[in-house]
């Protein structure tokens, strides 16, 4: 084997000193003994931190050996010198995974039996015991032999001792204490962790203490009586007690890891959000990632906007998800969603039995099969968005579940603000703030560029500039924030009558706007405008004063190639086009 730490080799030397001594025998044995099994145990679980090790949740060292949150403290300097840096390349997404928690913690176990057999070996050939066991708790207050030898084959290893039961059940009752029972009459069944008598007459235990709690008890007995003297007694107190340092370690060791790479993981997704400069490839990864790190039958994530208290599912995965996928909803009506929204909080409990409760809208699809779910506002102080997890269990979700989505939240959160901020800044570089149209700077760039695109691929292109008849009249006549009104009305009706994502149209300043219709010819073009001047002309707008308010617009075109074959020359005959419009009356479309 290569080690590459030097630490290794002090608690390799002495775990081989301890053997030699313990099988050459002598005083000296049973102080080394002890040491070099403490050191074996250690040296175990160090020499397997190469492996990955991902989160941990709190409930999983608690089932162990009741690990405290404090522990962390009381990481030695030695463990904090392992080589994180080098690991924390290789760390994956499948770090965050439940699956991949479970089979390093399996792994973790193995060294924690390995440690135990190595223990209670010495323990029974030192103290020339029947059997030799140790104890650790279970989740309703009772103690399960965790590992053990003996010399007999009627160990019950799945007997549970409780408090207050039993010979043993005393000794645990009124916690644990040490044990010493020079002779026993009953029937050994009565200890509850044989399936028949074995002869047992004389027993000890000793509490496992570590981290200022109890964790356990080791017990050894015996079929001859007063078989063990208080010599015998301390020595299993002493090895109780490196029994409970070195499990204690081992799990700590485990936790620390565990919590290191989830660390390193989450960091690496963190900068993966900021790299990746679009909300959509963040929604895409949270969607990829939750359902992994946090079992669920569904997940939605929505955002606000685009109106004010409206907000949209943006990902959908799971049961029925192209049923939410899309969904947009109100986040002011009464629903789990809105509550998030409403008071930035997360919530977490079972679905109300036999109530249909809402997750975001009046007629979404029914959901009567999940359980119990998880939601949490997306974001720091405001909620931009939410998570909603679902599942077909009750009490699926845990608090390491929400410790998990709560960062993840923080984090997308963050990202997603921070590009909103690049879009709004953009948006306003870009586009009219009045009309949210694109202004003069951003349609001479588009123009330029469309104009490129027909002549590579020789499709037709049309300008149309146009402008609202007498509008100075209308804002003499009605104020100026009923002439922004008109614009805005004039702008949605010239957005809605286009082909969105193919034409373009802008504000080309004041109250004059610009289309540019692509892949559209003289015919087509003269065919498309003109329905959108009658369209406008039967718009009745109300004034300030109640007054019932019509706008006309007059139109000019020019088609690029068949009328300029220039980018300039283009707009001037458009605007020639225009000028002609109004010269012959106003509200009509002229052809260059």
Known sequence: MKFRQRKY????????????????????????????????????????????????????????????????KEVSAEAAEVTEASEASGVSMAALGAHYRREQWRAAEKIVDSVLDAFI?????????????????????????????????????????????????????????????HEIVSDSMTLY???????????????????????????????????FSDEDHAYLSTMAGLIGQTVYHAYLSTEYHLEYRRIVSMSSIEKDFFQNLTIDAILDKMAEIIPFAIACDRLTISLRGPGPGEATVRRAWGLNADAFNGLSFSTEEKSLAGVVYAKNMHLSRNFAPGRREIRYAEGEAASEE?????????????SIGAFFLESLRTDAFSEANRDLLSRLATSAGLAIEKLQIIEQANALATHDGLTGLI???????????????????????????????????????????????????????LRENLRDGVDIVARYGGEEFALV???????????????????????????????????????GIAVYLQHAKQLDMLIQKADKALYRAKENGRNRVEMF
């Open 9 to 72: 080799l002090p608690g390799l030397f002495i775990c081989v000193v301890g053997l030699l001594a313990h099988f050459f025998g002598g005083r000296a044995g049973d102080v080394i003994v002890p040491v070099s099994l403490m050191a074996a145990g250690w040296f175990i679980v160090s020499a397997k931190k190469s492996g990955a090790r991902p989160d941990i949740t709190a409930a999983e060292p608690a089932s162990r050996f009741s690990l405290l949150p404090a522990i962390a």
């Open 439 to 493: 202004n003069h700077r951003q349609f001479q760039a588009l123009l330029k560029d469309e104009i490129t695109r027909a002549i590579r691929y020789g499709d037709p292109l049309s300008l149309v500039l146009c402008d609202i008849d007498f509008f100075k009249k209308v804002n003499d006549t009605h104020g100026h924030p009923f002439g922004d009104t008109v614009l805005k009305d004039v702008s949605a009706r």
């Open 193 to 227: 962790y044989y399936k028949r008598d074995a002869g047992i007459r004389s027993l000890i235990a000793s509490p496992i203490v570590a981290g200022n709690a109890e964790r356990g008890a080791v017990i050894v007995d015996s079929t001859e009586v007063r078989h």
């Open 121 to 181: 070996r010495v323990i029974q050939s030192k103290l020339n015991a029947h059997t030799a066991a140790v104890l650790f708790p279970t989740n309703d207050n009772g103690y399960r032999i965790r590992r053990f030898v003996s010399k007999c084959e009627y160990v019950n290893e799945e007997a549970v001792i409780y408090p207050g039961v039993g010979v043993i059940g005393g000794f645990l009752k009124d916690g644990l204490k040490r044990l010493n029972l």
């Open 370 to 382: 999940l359980s119990s779910f998880l939601a949490h506002p997306i974001g720091v102080d405001k």
């Open 517 to 555: 219709l692509v892949k559209t010819d003289a015919q087509k073009a003269m065919e498309t405008v003109e329905r959108i001047r009658q369209q406008i002309e039967g718009r009745l707008l109300k004034s300030p004063q109640g007054e019932d308010i019509r706008v006309t617009m007059s139109f």
